[in-house]
């Protein structure tokens, strides 16, 4: 049992120091790339110092140079960011990706070469093949401008579309919004009331019309709608056949808005 447990424990303890080690060497990579990149930044801005200080203040070959390798790293530099940024949100753009890292390598094959004529001590070989550097710096400048600005059009385009199609919703939005013609629907409820209503208003003038004036026709239907007699119990013997032609109490029965009938008077 005791020693069950010692292995669990080492066990433990060599997973956790893997766990350190592995943590420890990855951040120890991040921290190295990190200060890699800060440290190419740096030397790449003093190189574009440089360079400019000595486009600008130099003349002859020197000066001619360090234009030439000023001119074709900005405008590398402008296209890699462009395109790297657009293939985030533009996965067709791994194509013209691709195209300028084959440009790339020309560029840094030239900026090579240029920076190796910066320390030739022999001027004329320069200018003899200055006119030639020129030429490639300006075609590979043309062409990653040419894909620097296809894919900023591109963008653009698509920016300009999206636009145009949430313009023509908000249009149909809008005039939806304006047309006071249509009737808004009631809600069920007051259907249902008004149809409540509707029913009750109908039935009203049907049973005024069972009514009339005539006192005697008010008495025929009161007496039509007088209930009928209670059923006799079993207890009572059944009636004789002159019950039945007896009048109806209802029917005899005065009323207080009828006329009395005054004796004769005898003389």
């Not at 060599?14 to 766990?19: A, I, N, Y």
């Not at 574009?48 to 790293?73: F, I, P």
């Not at 560029?107 to 030739?120: F, M, N, P, T």
């Not at 409820?189 to 005697?216: K, M, V």
């Amino acid at each position: 049992m005791e020693a069950t447990l010692l292995i669990l424990v080492l066990l433990v303890f060599f997973t956790f120091v893997g766990l350190g080690v592995y943590v420890t060497a990855k951040a120890v990579g991040a921290a190295k790339r990190g200060v890699d990149r800060g440290i190419e930044q740096a030397r790449r801005t003093v190189e574009d110092t440089t360079l400019r200080a000595k486009s600008l203040g130099q003349v002859g070959t020197g000066g001619a140079l360090a234009q030439l390798r000023l001119d074709l790293r900005t405008s590398m530099r402008a296209t890699q960011a462009a395109l790297h940024e657009g293939v985030r949100e533009d996965p067709s753009l791994k194509e013209s990706l691709s195209l300028f890292e084959q440009l790339s390598a020309h560029g840094r094959e030239l900026d090579a070469e240029l920076k190796r004529l910066e320390q030739e001590p022999d001027k004329s070989k320069i200018i003899e093949r200055l006119p030639d550097l020129r030429a490639r710096t300006q075609r590979i400048v043309r062409s990653a401008d040419s894909l620097r600005w296809a894919a900023h059009d591109r963008a653009r385009r698509f920016a300009d579309d999206d636009l145009a199609h949430l313009t023509a919703q908000i249009e149909v939005e809008s005039d939806a919004l304006r047309d006071w013609s249509s009737p808004t629907t009631a809600p069920d409820f007051l259907d249902d009331a008004f149809a409540a209503s509707t029913g009750a208003a109908s039935a009203g003038p049907a049973d005024d019309s069972l009514r009339t004036p005539a006192g005697g026709a008010d008495e025929g239907l009161r007496t039509q709608a007088a209930p009928a007699a209670p059923p006799a119990s079993d207890a009572t013997a059944a009636p004789s056949p002159k019950a039945l032609h007896a009048p109806d109490p209802a029917a005899t029965a005065a009323h207080p808005w009828q006329a009395t009938k005054r004796r004769p008077e005898t003389a």
